[in-house]
């Protein structure tokens, strides 16, 4: 019987616990060709997704879940090494932790995924440290008045529509966004129109066509495009509290120059292999390929990565290519309301009711069904 492939996974987000858990339902811990290490940060699973929620309303206790369970069954499948990958030496085929320790990998998968600003920008470390990222959160939103959202993505969109839920008319929550509807022009003009009429609807100020820039003096300034040949007008908002739900940059700090392109995202063929390296794998947000990245990519992305995995653990080439979907996203507009868009054959993006998303999702976004990837 030959020698188990040591196939190492940095990252133990959607991505990555997704791809354990696939291999983990195949395999048994003896037939099983492969020793799986996940390499993570922190101490538990964060589903990503209820992030925002939780800034408003702690539910840690439904998205947050330890490792301790992801090889209970299959303990001599793989292991779980807590730690922060600070590099990686392509030659000798090593991954470097900040603790001074070394792991040996004969495939590695990168995983890392985004690195966000607030209400993203969680800590890696500890599991208190994580909880009280999002409490000082709660507790900062709680005591502000005039919340002010710098960028209308989705992030935006749905922060802004989250506190205005909440908390009604007890605050004011101002979006700025630079384009002339919410989202980005990937996504229909209906979809786009949708989100801004929820918005509206739960009196957030929004401005389109805009830019803000946060002076920390507990102000913003508010560039504003003119109509025409207009010139742009400035005004000055208060704001007690300011978050910048701009646009994300792949979390690949640690990785080789050689590896990323000019924004940080590492390239790869469309095989998710390394452009120059077959026996490293990059799956999610930090690849190169052009898409926007969101979690749903994983039902099209994770099959390619296992099928290649086990070719090459096989002494096969890889030869199955990932093809980027038509873009879909969903979205919670409020605790009670959601908006969403899917493609569909021969028809094109339709967007999808309320009432049909946050009953495909239920109470908590899917999470739920999200921490049975790590044995909860």
Not at 200 to 217: E, H, I, M
Request: include cysteine.
């Amino acid at each position: 019987m030959s020698e188990k492939k040591e196939v190492v996974i940095i990252g133990g987000g959607i991505f990555g616990v997704n791809l354990i858990a696939k291999f983990s339902n195949a395999f048994s811990s003896t037939t099983a060709n492969m020793h799986i290490t996940l390499i993570e940060a922190r101490d538990d699973f964060v589903y990503s997704p209820l992030n925002v929620r939780n800034c408003i309303e702690d539910v840690s206790d439904v998205f947050i879940k330890p490792y301790d369970r992801l090889f209970l069954k299959k303990p001599l499948l793989g292991r779980v090494i807590c730690g922060l990958a600070v590099g990686v030496d392509q030659e000798r085929k090593i991954v470097l932790l900040q603790n001074g320790a070394e792991v040996k990998y004969d495939i590695l998968v990168l995983a890392t995924g985004t690195s966000f600003e607030d209400p993203n920008n969680l800590p890696r470390s500890n599991h208190s440290d994580v909880l009280g990222y999002f409490a000082e959160k709660r507790e900062l939103i709680e005591k502000s008045y005039n919340i002010l959202l710098i960028g209308g993505g989705a992030t935006g969109a749905e922060l802004a529509a989250e506190i205005a839920d909440r908390y009604r008319s007890k605050k004011k929550v101002t979006l700025i966004h630079s384009r002339e509807l919410p989202l980005t022009e990937v996504y229909s003009e209906t979809l786009r129109q949708k989100v801004l009429t929820y918005l509206l609807q739960s009196r957030v100020t929004v401005y389109l066509k805009a830019r803000g820039t946060d002076n920390k003096d507990g102000t913003v300034t508010m560039v504003k495009a003119g109509r025409g040949k207009e010139k742009p007008t400035t005004e000055v908002l208060k704001a007690d509290l300011v978050f910048h739900t701009m646009a994300h940059r792949p979390a690949t700090d640690g990785f080789p120059e050689s590896w990323k392109n000019d924004r940080g995202h590492v390239r790869v063929k469309d095989t998710l292999q390394l452009v120059d390296d077959d026996s490293i794998f990059a799956i999610g947000d930090l690849n190169d390929v052009k898409e926007v990245k969101t979690a749903g990519k994983l039902h099209y992305s994770l099959p390619v990565v296992y099928s290649n995995i086990l070719s090459l653990v096989n002494g096969k080439k890889p030869t199955k290519v990932y093809i980027p979907p038509a873009e879909s996203i969903t979205l919670t507009m409020g605790k009670y309301r959601a908006t969403g868009q899917v493609a569909l054959p021969l028809i094109g993006p339709v967007v999808m009711p309320s009432w049909l998303l946050t009953s495909l999702q239920g109470k908590h976004i899917n999470a739920e069904r999200a921490v049975g990837s790590v044995g909860y």
